[in-house]
């Protein structure tokens, strides 16, 4: 499916190109590396609370019910809102009868099965769930062997993937210097306490960039987020969704089931980040298949 970042993107390599730039660096490496997004901080805390009696239930129950700045307090690095503390939640509860790979991709995922059952009709959702067996299954649950299955699979079958496409439709080139191997290597080696601690987040890197004067070292993750919601009330999407995801074009895809598009749209225009997310989703990839899928070859 397709993800509402890839409209920042685009925009990105147009204002590139039209400043008559060739080259681009991107800074993808170290967030993969030395474990910079916040699920890596929520999949370390589940690890180690899953020994402690009633420690996931206890802590589930506290993000269910939290505010948005709860997040910052249990180290998950940014002030999430309530969405997204109730989807970890369930999460957490959830983690002891999940695999190695449900716990691994859980909070990456911009579906819940729950949520698929309602938007996707059987036939697909059937087919999801296959491509899903089809993943190579994880060995382990332990945060490096997670990191080390992202790096060899979602950063460079979708990340890398991604922006080079995007960059290449506007005749621009994205090199990304800090995917370099030695580095990989050199934070592959690191001790997990020395990438992130549960608090503190991709400390070596940190240090490093402390030693040569950066004061950036010392700032919080400010996560690359388009605004989901505003681009959903933009009368120009709005048209696109009346021309593509309409009752009649949904029917006739029989991907999608107008009932569940219909309500997630209801929840994005009251201003539900996830359900915004979404459905720019389901759009984007609805335009993919009209251009790519039904266009005469």
Sequence with gaps: MGDIIIVAFDLLAECAAGLGLR???????????FCGYSFHRAHLWAGRLSAVPWGLPLLAAAMGRAGPLASRCAGLGQALGREELRRIAAWLRGWQASSPRERADGLRRLFTPAEMT????????AEWHRDLADLEP????????????????WLPGWVIGRHEKIAMARAVEVRMPLLDRSLRDYAG??????????????????????????????????AFSPPAVATVRDPTFGALDAGYLSPD??????????????????RARAGSLIAAKQWAALLILEIWARHYMDAPQ
């Design 23 to 33: 080259a681009v660096l991107s800074g993808e490496g170290p967030d993969e590396w």
């Design 118 to 125: 309602g938007l996707v009709h059987p036939d697909l959702r």
């Design 138 to 153: 994880l060995t382990s649950d332990r945060l490096p062997e997670i990191l080390n299955a992202q790096c060899q699979g």
């Design 189 to 222: 080696g690191l001790p997990m306490t020395r990438r992130c601690n549960g608090w503190r987040d991709k400390i070596a890197w940190r240090e490093m960039a402390r030693k040569q004067g950066l004061r950036a070292s010392a700032r919080p993750k400010q």
């Design 249 to 266: 074009s949904l029917r006739r895809r029989g991907w999608f089931l107008p009932a569940g598009i219909a309500s997630l749209r209801r």
